[in-house]
Nanobody, 124 residues
Framework: QVQLVESGGGPVQAGGSLTLSCVPSRYPNSPYCMGWFRQGPGKEREGVASLASTGSTTYADSVKGRFTISQDNAKNTVFLQMNSLKPEDIAMYYC??????????????????WGQGTQVTVSS
């Protein structure tokens, strides 16, 4: 069983930055895909970014150039660096994992492992 624990959310002013962290109890067997998703008030859950075990990354258009997904060298933690935050980024952010070489963020249902979420609030 893979357990994911997120941290790093909180309040921030528009234009500010936050770094979210996701610590897996273990990774799914390779190949695997780690993803960040978010769900804003009254909205469906949407993909934000993904990182494949190969190192390739994918981003939603809405966050390209502002958010960066990465993994520390020891591969203990997956990060989501969020810069130039906007009020529309307000959401609960979730870390997710799946065992697959297919690392699209189009379908949250494709990910079998989820964390409990961390809230990001952006004030204008």
């Amino acid at each position: 069983q893979v357990q994911l624990v997120e941290s790093g959310g909180g309040p921030v002013q528009a234009g500010g930055s936050l770094t979210l962290s996701c610590v897996p109890s273990r990774y799914p067997n390779s190949p695997y895909c780690m993803g960040w998703f978010r769900q804003g008030p009254g909205k469906e859950r949407e993909g934000v970014a993904s990182l494949a075990s190969t190192g390739s990354t994918t981003y939603a258009d809405s966050v390209k150039g502002r958010f960066t997904i990465s993994q520390d060298n020891a591969k203990n933690t997956v990060f989501l660096q969020m810069n130039s935050l906007k009020p529309e980024d307000i959401a609960m952010y979730y870390c997710a994992a799946r065992r697959s070489s297919y690392c699209s963020i189009a379908g949250p249902a494709d990910f079998g492992y989820w964390g409990q979420g961390t809230q990001v609030t952006v004030s204008s």
